[in-house]
Every structure is written in structure tokens, then in C-alpha cells.
């Protein structure tokens, strides 16, 4: 069975933190990782990768995935309180024409000012 | 996401009755997927096509129905068998090769 685990449940922290937000997965058939956030409705999609050790950056959010050690990290430098959301991680799996995803449990990032 | 119609976004049901969640795409895309969320946990598979008249179970199937009659429409149907239907729904159309899912506004169902 495809398993997601991220890691913290959830996290408090202040306006100008630095925060990581943590993805574990066991799945068979890795297609690509992929992260969302999610603000009281729709999840909206931030980002997906495929290849190891290549960083990905959208403004003060970035992450990397290591498939070698099956996990993938979300940075968010200078947290604002607009931050403060459930961050979904997922894990696309599946052969040559479908792709599946799997989601873990989500983390809940507040951003007090 | 523009291009993607959930409805209604709230619905109230009475214990054992059917209710249908409209999902509507205008973005040409193959495939739909409808995952449902509970509190606190993050999505899960329902039932997902990728092709007109075609449609595969995810994960958690059991008292849900689907039908893709077009391709811009994929309506799920939460039966009276659904032990414990109070949910948020959300669909998502997707290319058949899969990447990104980008999804509609949701639906959530209460079960009164």
C-alpha cells in the first residue's frame, strides 16, 4: 500500500520565521512528489517534482525532493501570516499513461504576527 | 480553478438519501478524479476516468457511483450505502498522462 507521511502534524510560528515542512513516502511506481497548499477550501497547487537534488523556487517557498532517500522538504523563509494554511503533500504514482496520487495527512502551518 | 464548476458548494442530507455532485470542465482535459476529505486528513481517491464511459474505484469506491457520459462532465453520486458520507468533495480534471491536479472549489456534504 502507498504510504505519505509528513512531518510536523503541525506548527506555530512568527511573522519572519523560517519554517520546513517534511514529506516521507513509500510507494511503488514514482512518478512525481507534489505540494499544495490549502486555505479553508480548494487545495492550489505550489509545486511538483520529479528529479532529485533540483530545487524548486516560487518567491520565498522553495523545495527539493530526494528519491534516494524518499523524502521531500517545503521551505517557507520570512513566513507571513498569509502563510498560515494546511500544506498537502502528495505522491504520484502509477505506469505509462495514469497517474495517481496519494496524499499524506497535511500539516498546519499559523503564522501569528 | 477557472474552467473547473463544482455544485452545489453546500448540500445538507438527510440519512439515506442519494445526493449528486456536479463537476463541469471546459479545459479539454481526458481525465477526472473526485477525492473526498475529512477534517484534519488529507484527500482520498473516489473514483477517477480517463476516458468517456470509462471509469476505474480508487481507493475508497464503496457507497459512491460515478458516470462520464461527456467528457466535460463527471457527476458522483453519494448513496444511501456511504456509512459516513459528511465530506468535503473535491474533483479534478487532469491530462490522461497525470501530472498536476488542479481542482474545482468543492462541495461540502453534511449528513443531518
Known amino acids: 500500500e502507498d504510504k505519505v507521511v509528513q512531518s510536523p502534524l503541525s506548527l506555530v510560528v512568527h511573522e519572519g520565521d523560517t519554517v520546513t515542512l517534511n514529506c516521507s513516502y513509500e510507494?511503488?511506481?514514482?512518478?512525481?512528489l507534489l505540494w499544495y497548499k490549502q486555505e479553508k477550501k480548494a487545495p492550489t497547487f505550489l509545486f511538483m517534482l520529479?528529479?532529485?537534488?533540483i530545487e524548486k523556487k516560487s518567491g520565498r517557498l522553495s523545495s527539493i525532493l530526494d528519491k534516494k532517500e524518499l523524502f521531500s522538504i517545503l521551505n517557507i523563509t520570512a513566513t507571513q501570516t498569509g502563510d498560515s494554511a494546511v500544506y498537502l503533500c502528495?505522491?504520484?504514482?502509477?505506469?505509462?499513461?495514469?497517474?495517481?496520487?496519494?496524499f499524506g495527512q497535511g500539516t498546519i502551518l499559523t503564522v501569528h504576527p | 480553478d477557472g474552467g473547473i464548476t463544482q455544485s452545489p458548494k453546500y448540500l445538507f442530507r438527510k440519512e439515506g438519501q442519494n445526493v449528486t455532485l456536479s463537476c463541469e470542465q471546459n479545459l479539454n482535459h481526458d481525465a477526472m478524479y473526485w477525492y473526498r476529505q475529512d477534517p484534519g486528513q488529507g484527500l482520498r481517491l473516489i473514483y477517477y476516468?480517463?476516458?468517456?464511459?470509462?471509469?476505474q474505484k480508487g481507493d475508497i469506491a464503496e457507497g459512491y457511483s460515478v458516470s462520464r457520459e461527456k467528457k466535460e462532465s463527471f457527476p458522483l453520486t453519494v448513496t444511501s450505502a456511504q456509512k459516513n458520507p459528511t465530506a468535503f468533495y473535491l474533483c479534478a480534471p487532469s491530462w490522461a498522462r497525470g501530472g498536476e491536479l488542479f481542482f474545482g472549489e468543492g462541495s461540502r456534504l453534511t449528513v443531518l
Open positions: 510507494v511503488t511506481n514514482f512518478r512525481s
Open positions: 520529479t528529479s532529485s537534488g
Open positions: 476516468s480517463q476516458i468517456v464511459n470509462d471509469f
Open positions: 502528495a505522491v504520484e504514482t502509477g505506469g505509462t499513461s495514469y497517474g495517481k496520487l496519494t
